[in-house]
């Protein structure tokens, strides 16, 4: 869990503050999680939720900076979405991540309102 930890602190989620109880708790409440690995070296995690009939959340994807562009956040987000015929999945991001997401085969969804209340 501390890989996770760290390369999702690596990567921009720094809200979780490098707490790894947060870190476990997502993991935990995740519908699926994907790891990809080299060995002992954690490249790649990715994290969805799905209520299984109608609509999932992409809510995790990291990849370390020197894999990117190689397919694996790609690989990730498939296996997360895998399995679910008939779920609009959305994605959610902090940045640009515009261009990624139309790789993958999302579209910019002009019709949804996006909401936050922190916790």
Same mark, same amino acid.
Not at 59 to 72: E, F, I, P, W
Not at 101 to 116: K, L
């Given at each position: ?5 760290? /390369? #999702? ?7 979780? @503050? $490098?707490?790894? &109880?947060? =870190? +476990?708790? %997502? ?14 070296? /954690? #490249? ?7 209520? @299984? $009939?109608?609509? &999932?959340? =992409? +809510?995790? %994807? ?31 991001? +902090? ?25």
């Amino acid at each position: 869990m501390f890989q996770v930890m760290k /390369l #999702l602190t690596e990567t921009g989620y720094r809200h979780l @503050g $490098g707490d790894l &109880g947060r =870190v +476990s708790a %997502l993991v935990q409440g995740s519908t699926k999680v994907v790891w990809a690995g080299d060995g002992a070296t /954690l #490249l790649g995690f990715g994290s969805s939720i799905t209520d @299984g $009939g109608a609509v &999932g959340l =992409v +809510s995790h %994807l990291a990849v370390r900076r020197d894999q990117r562009r190689r397919g694996l956040g790609r690989a990730i987000v498939e296996r997360l979405i895998a399995g679910n015929p008939g779920v609009s999945f959305l994605v959610h991001a +902090s940045g640009d991540v515009s261009a990624f997401c139309a790789r993958v085969g999302f579209t910019r969804a002009s019709s949804v309102s996006c909401y936050v209340r922190k916790g």
